[in-house]
Every structure is written in C-alpha cells, then in structure tokens.
C-alpha cells in the first residue's frame, strides 16, 4: 500500500522528533471523547487510510504518525454522553518514549513538511487465524496497546506487533464493512473495539478511557 504523507521533523531539547502525517488529511475520520469512551467514526476510504497509517505506524518506530481530525464533523446520528470532546490522534511507537505532555510545543513547531511517498506491502498484517489471542492473557505478554490524552489529542503507543495485530482487525472493518448491510439487513451497525491494557477497564491509570470503539458509517449525514 502506497500513500501520500507529509515528513515534519522539530528540534527539542537536543533531540529531533519526526512527524508523519497523511496528505490530504480524509475528511470522514471523526474521533471523540465521549466520557466513558472514545469513539471514531470512519467511512470506506477513511477505514482503509487509517488501516494504511496503523502499517506505517507498525513500521516506523523512531516516528509519530499524526491523524489532524479534530475540526472534522461527526456523522449524522452520532450519539456521545454529554459534551464530546474533538480528539486528533497520534499513533507511536512505545520504544520512542515519547512525552504525550509535549506533543503541544512539538505540535506547534511542525510547519509545513515536506511530501513524502510512503509503502508498506499489502500483506503486512497477519492473517486473522494466524494471531494467537489467548497470549495476550499471560502475565509476560507486553504487546498491548495504551492510551493517553494530551493537548486534545489521543495518543494509541504500542509495540510493532501489537500495531500490526490491531490493524488486521482494522483491515477487516475495511474489507467487511461496506458490504455488512448486504449480508445483514437488520444489522446496521459495524465496528471494532480496542482496550488499553492488558484487560478491559473503564479508564486507564491517567483517568483516559480505555476502550476505543471504531464504527463504521457508509453515510455522513443524518
């Protein structure tokens, strides 16, 4: 899978943080904080730029990948409890130790960028049958993803594995979602659901929720 991104990279604190971002940024990619727990909201072609961004995420371990989302409109119907809160995201890998607390100043020095043309083969997640769930219970397992919230932003931090584990899920939403209504004409809700941790819990250490709950909507309006 090949896409379009833009290469930022800032000067901190004698370190260089490298950004990635996707160009154009898609449209019909919504994430909120809705209290007890974050909802995204992805149509056809945001499902499978976002999948292509979980892959370059899986890849780039000395990068973050930027999703700027927050000014994109909800769907139609879209149901949160109380005021919703516009999230961007930034997925990162967890050997890069990165400070969600400083994503605000990193933010603000990106400028521009530069393009970039980014590929990552089409097979990189494994198939579904190939992934051994059960592990993730072993006390040893660290291939877990973890949520944090800085500066309106949710970061989703793990390993390779566990980003290319994810997006096979991910890739499923994409592949399954637009014919699910087909197949399921009383059934018009598809999505997916990720945990931070190693189990499920309403929130995490930081008090960020801990499910990310990713729908799939073929419309955007009401």
């Not at 499978?48 to 000395?62: I, M, Q, Y």
């Not at 930034?90 to 590929?119: C, M, N, T």
């Not at 209504?181 to 941790?197: L, Q």
Request: aromatic share 6%; hydrophobic share 35%; net charge positive.
């Amino acid at each position: 899978m090949e896409q379009r991104v833009r290469v930022h990279e800032v000067r901190m604190g004698g370190a260089e943080v490298r950004v990635i971002r996707p160009d154009p940024v898609p449209e019909r990619v919504a994430l909120r904080d809705d209290g007890h727990w974050l909802s995204m909201y992805v149509d056809r072609d945001g499902a499978e730029r976002l999948t292509g961004l979980w892959a370059l995420a899986a890849r780039s371990a000395r990068s973050l990948v930027h999703l700027p989302i927050r000014a994109n409109p909800a769907p139609g119907g879209a149901v949160g409890d109380g005021e919703p809160v516009a999230l961007d995201l930034v997925l990162a890998h967890h050997s890069l130790q990165f400070r969600a607390a400083s994503w605000k100043e990193a933010r603000a020095r990106l400028g521009p960028g530069r393009p970039h043309r980014a590929a990552t083969p089409d097979r990189d997640f494994p198939d579904a049958g190939d992934i051994d769930h059960e592990r993730r219970y072993h006390r040893t397992y660290r291939d877990h993803l973890g949520f944090d919230i800085a500066a309106h932003t949710l970061f989703v931090v793990g390993s390779a594995t566990a980003f290319r584990e994810h997006g096979t899920v991910l890739r499923g939403l994409a592949d399954e979602a637009p014919s699910h209504r087909n197949r399921h004409p009383g059934d018009r809700h598809h999505c997916v659901e990720f945990t931070s941790g190693p189990w499920s819990r309403p929130r995490t250490r930081r008090n960020v929720p801990g499910s990310l709950h990713i729908e799939y909507r073929d419309t955007w309006s009401g």
